[in-house]
């Protein structure tokens, strides 16, 4: 009988720390994406988490292992590897590509939340540590969309001129998701109206093709690129309409 009361307190320990841990986070990562990195201090985090410097050195080591673990977080609201694989696990390129915007998209409407500013911010002006996260985080999860891209182009994963595909599609996506909410409802109402179907085939996103770009050929290799220097994801030449 002592053994499980001993273990029901452990327990009971472990489900303490996991909310402090939780609340420290989200303390921290509300002050990143209000005042950045470099001028979010430790006693501001404590003073609004509600905790002492040592819990907040015992769940993440120090200042920086604390905003490694903002970092992560934000990431992963918006999508975690787990998520977008699942994501991707079925349907079309064209359907696939449409469900990964459809949830990226989804942090235009409502409150905005912190995790969108502080990655924001940290596109803008990394904190100068980060390679641990972007191997963790991002790498895995850009090549999954760059193995997409490449489906949907019919350029391979390998040529450089994929990264100009890749880096039109982060620009857009970005600048959505860094826009002020209620500018952006104004500025594309359709989005705020949440008619971004995926059925659509995505009709206004452009995917320009570098020239001298190689088509990949044989079965699911997309659309030729080589007819149109400028094919919308819906197949039709001449990009936006």
């Known amino acids: 009988m002592g053994s499980i009361s001993h273990g029901g307190h452990e327990r009971g320990k472990r489900g303490d720390g996991d909310l402090t841990r939780a609340r420290i986070l989200e303390s921290a990562g509300q002050l990143a994406a209000e005042c950045g990195y470099a001028n ?5 985090v404590c003073e609004r988490a509600h905790v002492n410097m040592a819990a907040v050195n015992y769940h993440f080591g120090s200042r ?10 934000a990431h992963d609201r918006l999508f975690t590897l787990e998520r977008l694989r699942q994501i991707l696990a079925e349907g079309t390129a064209r359907e696939k590509l449409s469900r ?3 949830e990226l998209l989804a ?3 409502g409150p905005r939340s912190w995790h969108v500013r502080v990655l924001a911010r940290e596109f803008f002006s990394p904190a100068g540590f980060v390679d641990p996260f972007l191997q963790e985080k991002v790498h895995p999860k850009a090549r ?9 182009t019919g350029i391979p994963q390998e040529a450089s001129q994929l990264d100009c595909c890749i880096a039109s599609s982060m620009g857009i996506c970005m600048m959505l998701i860094m826009l002020d909410p209620a500018f952006a409802n104004s500025l594309f109402p359709n989005l705020a109206e949440k008619r971004w179907s995926r059925t659509s085939s995505l009709p206004g996103w452009t ?8 088509a990949r ?3 699911g290799a997309g659309p030729d690129p080589t007819k149109d220097d400028r094919r919308d994801l819906s197949g039709r030449s001449g990009g936006i309409r």
């Not at 979010?40 to 501001?44: D, R």
């Not at 995917?207 to 190689?214: I, V």
């Open 107 to 109: 942090h235009l409407h």
């Open 144 to 152: 999954l969309l760059r193995g997409l891209l490449s489906e949907i």
């Open 40 to 44: 979010m201090t430790s006693k501001q």
């Open 217 to 219: 050929q044989g079965p």
């Open 64 to 73: 920086e292992g604390l905003y490694a673990a903002v970092l992560a977080e």
């Open 100 to 102: 990964t915007l459809d």
């Open 207 to 214: 995917m320009p093709r570098p020239s001298g770009a190689p």
